[in-house]
């Protein structure tokens, strides 16, 4: 018999489906969801499909992977991504039956779709290099593999994009009967472009690391001079590719995407609007409210306040906005002083790119009443606005992340807290606001809660 194991984070939409495809397959006794501290409901729609759910102890892929096959009860694993829906019928056939046949140890899956960026720019050539007897596998970054879990208990993960070429690697060294199989057609989420360069980064470090602890597989200055110019061409690709996103915009999220201010829904849900009124007239100081105000929220749970973020309503036709501008060749970002718990949740329901927010800490499913501060919120020598604790320093961040001039930003808030924004960014937009101050700093004011006037500055 075969235990399935999933890692997960934040797939909610596909991880109930993926369940049901390996509950479908006879040989299948057991499905492991190694839950990697979601933000949403993946966890509980994964227990409610029937799986096994283990809640990370800690965040990323190898740590998920290695708890998944100490918690399993067979000898052969299969590792599927949760983000795949549909799978092709018989994955997971195709993936196990060498093994059962006792022809391989471990078997990586491919399928019908073009390598991604990584593997043709830096896995492959590296691979060719340093361990030429893996070179010809066609995606060795595949996450879809099976093998025998005598061999997976010698691995040692990495924790990052490395940890599936890591596997591939360490089990050809460890003499293990290897072999890539054809799986059928996939509709694979691509990285986006601006997560490529920590990827090549993370995949080059694994590989390089696998090989500098062979005793006859030293870097010699040949392959080194190799190396920089396998990382020289994926940087070139990198830069030429994110110089199409040059135009941007920010949006507040409180009482401008959101209807209503997210903490005040919670205090009339929870019933301390007193006490959030009282820190509100007695603390002037943003970053100790900010933190006073989390105190509030300490033992709530991540499904309590998803179930108040859930029930709030959205300004008029912010979808089909976003849509459009994303459309229209621009990057679609949130940036608030809320949680990013709720603001990943309002990303994903409006189909914006990223969002920048405070860290609200949990533990064991709770919230401790933390909130960790992102240090681009606060000013440094190359701040544009003066300010220690400002949104322009997180968009000043965000403008670098991205490749993004900041006069092709429009920002787009609603009160006191973004003016400073409003005034930097290329154009200003005041939304619904009451603040006289913003609205005479802003390019553009708009009065209705409808994000349809935005469309005008594209």
């Given at each position: 018999m075969l235990t399935v194991v999933i890692p997960a984070l934040n797939e909610e939409k596909t991880i109930g489906q993926v369940i049901n495809f390996c509950q479908a397959d006879p040989d299948v006794s057991e499905i492991i969801v190694v839950d990697d501290s979601s933000e949403d409901k993946t966890a509980s729609i994964a227990a409610h499909a029937g799986a096994k759910v283990?809640?990370?102890?800690?965040?990323?892929?190898?740590i998920s992977m290695r708890e998944g096959i100490d918690g399993s009860t067979n000898e052969i694993i299969v590792f599927l991504d949760a983000d795949i829906d549909p799978y092709p019928e018989n994955s997971i056939k195709e993936l196990t039956v060498p093994i059962v046949?006792?022809?391989?140890?471990?078997?990586?899956?491919?399928?019908?779709?073009?390598?991604?960026?990584?593997t043709e720019l830096v896995a492959k050539p590296?691979?060719?290099?340093?361990?030429?007897?893996?070179?010809?596998?066609?995606?060795?970054?595949?996450?879809?593999?099976?093998?025998?879990?005598t061999f997976f208990?010698?691995?040692?993960?990495?924790?990052?994009?490395?940890?599936?070429?890591?596997?591939?690697?360490?089990?050809?060294?460890?003499?293990?009967?290897?072999?890539?199989?054809?799986?059928?057609?996939?509709?694979?989420?691509?990285?986006?472009?601006?997560?490529l360069g920590k990827m090549s980064r993370e995949v080059s470090r694994a590989i390089i690391t696998k090989a500098q602890g062979q005793e006859n597989n030293a870097l010699s200055v040949e392959s080194a001079n190799s190396l920089e110019v396998i990382q020289r061409e994926m940087n070139n690709v990198l830069r030429e590719n994110l110089s199409v996103?040059?135009?941007?915009?920010?949006?507040?999220?409180?009482?401008?995407i959101l209807k209503k201010r997210f903490i005040n829904e919670c205090a009339e849900s929870f019933g301390f609007m007193p006490q959030l009124e009282e820190l509100r007239f007695r603390e002037k100081d943003p970053i100790i409210l900010t933190k006073r105000i989390g105190l509030l929220l300490k033992n709530r749970t991540m499904d309590e306040l998803l179930h108040v973020i859930s029930n709030m309503e959205m300004a008029?036709?912010?979808?089909?906005?976003?849509?459009?501008?994303?459309?229209?060749?621009?990057?679609?970002?949130?940036?608030?002083?809320?949680?990013?718990?709720?603001?990943?949740?309002?990303k994903q329901q409006i189909g914006a790119d990223f969002s920048v927010a405070h860290q609200l800490e949990f533990f064991e499913g709770k919230a401790t009443g933390e909130v960790n501060l992102p240090s681009y919120f606060f000013g440094s020598p190359d701040s544009i606005c003066g300010h220690s604790f400002c949104k322009t320093n997180a968009l000043q961040h965000v403008c670098e992340k991205y490749n993004v001039a900041m006069k092709n930003c429009i920002a787009v808030g609603d009160n006191k807290d973004d003016r400073c924004i409003i005034a930097y960014a290329g154009k200003g937009v005041a939304f619904c606001t009451s603040d006289e101050l913003l609205e005479k700093i802003a390019h553009k004011s708009i009065k209705e809660r409808n994000f349809e006037p935005l469309l005008a500055l594209a």
């Open positions: 283990i809640i990370s102890a800690s965040r990323g892929k190898g046949n006792s022809e391989a140890d471990f078997v990586k899956g491919a399928f019908a779709r073009n390598a991604g960026r990584v590296l691979l060719t290099i340093l361990f030429p007897g893996l070179s010809h596998f066609s995606q060795p970054l595949s996450g879809m593999i099976a093998g025998k879990k208990q010698k691995i040692e993960f990495f924790n990052d994009y490395g940890v599936d070429i890591g596997i591939l690697i360490d089990m050809y060294l460890m003499k293990a009967r290897v072999k890539e199989v054809n799986i059928g057609y996939i509709e694979n989420k691509s990285k986006p472009w601006e997560a996103y040059n135009k941007m915009i920010v949006l507040d999220m409180d009482e401008t008029d036709n912010i979808k089909e906005v976003v849509q459009t501008f994303r459309q229209k060749g621009y990057l679609v970002g949130i940036i608030s002083h809320s949680y990013t718990l709720i603001a990943n949740y309002v």
